[in-house]
């Protein structure tokens, strides 16, 4: 009976710990965010349909080719990744799979006013301007000119993309991956002049965090650390989980063997269990 009691003492104590102060602990030290909004709600509604060919023309007048290549048109980065680096403190990404990456919204958005759609308006003002100009139409309707441009890099947009190369066009101006060997092509002290700290390296990202983290930290980072620098990068949720998978490879390439192993190992102690009792029964039955 004083064992039971004991053990009584013991299991209370166990599921205290457990349920009742581990659970206060992880919401003060990491409160729940609301779930990742994939439809960009808080941004302008553009509803005008985008004309592909209308838009090449667009795109070529307002200037992005000045920072950005589409290797995919032919057309290479303008400037070689130091220089691109020293004037804009991040190498502009190449446009070629933007329409697939990017959720339509969001392009609109960043195109018409970068540092609002990136959630970055607070690290810049008029004596500190984004490095990317907002584009304020080229005369005509500014809406469609932007549904435009929207069209033009959907078209042009490949069916899809490997993981890495999803990270290649969304994180890697910023960001390394030791473990892969995609380093960033970024200098880390233009970077910290410009981001006002360097991006960490993400090799292992998925152990420290996790993957639920990562879901609503890149679609809207401002959640998680209020101030941050860290943009919103505005993937389509299927990119996102692109990113995502891929800095799970990086991080924790034997998952998937671990979890088929644990599979395997119950099944061995289950087996060996029944053996160990039949071994028991059949020594205690000659006993007696
Ligand atoms: C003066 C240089 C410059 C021009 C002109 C420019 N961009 Fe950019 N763009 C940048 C830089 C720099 C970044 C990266 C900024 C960052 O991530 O902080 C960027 C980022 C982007 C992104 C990525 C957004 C994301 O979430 O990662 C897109 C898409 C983009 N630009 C499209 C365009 C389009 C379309 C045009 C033409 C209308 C254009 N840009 C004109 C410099 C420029
Ligand atoms: C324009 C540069 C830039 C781009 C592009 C960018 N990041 Fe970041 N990221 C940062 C900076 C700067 C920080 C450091 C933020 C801080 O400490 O406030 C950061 C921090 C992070 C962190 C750490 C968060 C934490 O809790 O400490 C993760 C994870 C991350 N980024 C993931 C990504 C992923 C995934 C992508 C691509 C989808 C991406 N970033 C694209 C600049 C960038």
Same mark, same amino acid.
């Given at each position: 009976m004083r064992e039971l009691k004991i053990l009584g003492v013991v299991v209370f104590f166990t599921v205290f710990t457990y349920i009742g102060v581990n659970t206060y602990a992880y919401s003060v030290m990491k409160p729940a965010v609301a779930p990742a909004d994939f439809q960009f709600k808080d941004l302008p509604r553009n509803d005008k349909i985008g004309d592909a060919s209308r838009g090449a023309e667009v795109f070529m007048n307002a200037g992005c080719i000045g920072c950005h290549g589409l290797e995919s048109q032919g057309i290479p980065a303008p400037m070689n990744d130091a220089?691109?680096?020293?004037?804009? %403190?991040?190498?502009?990404?190449?446009?070629?799979?933007?329409?697939?990456?990017?959720?339509? !919204?969001?392009?609109?958005?960043?195109?018409?006013? =970068?540092?609002?759609?990136?959630?970055?308006?607070?690290?810049?003002?008029?004596?500190? =301007? !984004?490095?990317? =100009?907002?584009?304020?139409?080229? %005369?005509?309707?500014?809406?469609?000119?932007?549904?435009? $441009?929207?069209?033009?890099?959907?078209?042009?947009? =490949?069916?899809?993309?490997?993981?890495?190369?999803?990270?290649?066009?969304?994180? *890697? @101006?910023?960001?390394? $991956?030791?473990?892969?060997?995609?380093?960033?092509?970024?200098?880390? $002290?233009?970077?910290?002049?410009? *981001?006002?700290?360097?991006?960490?390296?993400?090799? *292992?990202? $998925?152990?420290?965090? %996790?993957?639920?983290?990562?879901?609503?930290?890149?679609?809207?980072? @401002?959640? !998680?650390?209020?101030?941050?620098?860290?943009?919103?990068?505005?993937?389509?949720?299927?990119?996102?989980? @692109?990113?995502?998978?891929?800095?799970?490879y990086a991080g924790d390439r034997k998952k998937d063997e671990r979890e088929s192993l644990g599979i395997k190992v119950l099944g061995f102690m289950i087996i060996l269990t029944i053996l160990a009792y039949l071994w028991k029964v059949k020594i205690w039955r000659e006993v007696h």
């Open positions: 220089d691109a680096a020293a004037s804009f %403190g991040v190498v502009p990404p190449d446009l070629s799979n933007a329409g697939l990456i990017f959720d339509s !919204h969001f392009l609109a958005a960043v195109i018409k006013n =970068p540092a609002k759609a990136m959630l970055n308006d607070h690290k810049f003002n008029e004596s500190n =301007p !984004h490095p990317m =100009p907002n584009f304020y139409g080229l %005369g005509g309707d500014i809406d469609q000119e932007l549904a435009d $441009i929207v069209a033009y890099l959907q078209s042009i947009a =490949p069916e899809k993309v490997s993981d890495e190369q999803v990270y290649v066009d969304a994180c *890697m @101006q910023c960001h390394s $991956i030791k473990y892969t060997g995609l380093m960033s092509n970024k200098d880390p $002290i233009l970077m910290a002049k410009y *981001m006002g700290s360097v991006p960490p390296d993400l090799s *292992m990202f $998925i152990r420290s965090r %996790g993957a639920d983290y990562l879901e609503t930290f890149i679609n809207n980072p @401002q959640k !998680h650390l209020a101030g941050t620098a860290m943009p919103r990068v505005g993937l389509t949720q299927a990119a996102q989980e @692109q990113v995502v998978a891929y800095i799970e």
